[in-house]
């Protein structure tokens, strides 16, 4: 199995940066997308960014646009989520998600639901204050 781990978030001040990694380990396979979701109190877990394997397309909420940047080391099965400009309504605990191996045009169509992610991890605070 996967197994997915989230780290580097905190407490930050409204326009500072944090940036968040997600490790899979475990056996993997190739072509396997990864994902960032978020959740705050009250609120339904909430698509924010995606990767697939090739590294070439990066999806992004329209909420996020222009402040996050999604990356992936496919060596270190690791993606990470540069958060800059953060508001205070970035506030929420984040979610790495990982997929089985799946195609690129599938994943174009579906990568902002969590059914297309097979293993997730305990996610990481980040709290920002205004």
């Known amino acids: 199995q996967v197994q997915v781990e989230e780290s580097g978030g905190g407490l930050v001040q409204a326009g500072e940066s944090l940036r968040l990694s997600c490790v899979a380990s475990g056996r993997t396979f190739s072509n396997y997308a990864m994902a960032w979701f978020r959740q705050a109190p009250g609120s339904e877990r909430e698509f924010v960014s995606a990767?697939?394997?090739?590294?070439?397309?990066?999806y992004y909420a329209d909420s996020v646009k222009g402040r996050f940047t999604i990356s992936r080391d496919n060596a270190k099965k690791t993606a990470y989520l540069q958060m800059d400009s953060l508001k205070h309504e970035d506030t929420a605990v984040y979610f790495c998600a990982v997929s089985k191996p799946l195609l690129g045009p599938y994943f174009s169509n579906m990568h902002r639901s969590r059914r297309t992610y097979d293993y997730w991890g305990r996610g990481t605070q980040v709290t920002v204050s205004s």
């Open positions: 990767l697939h394997w090739s590294g070439t397309t990066p």
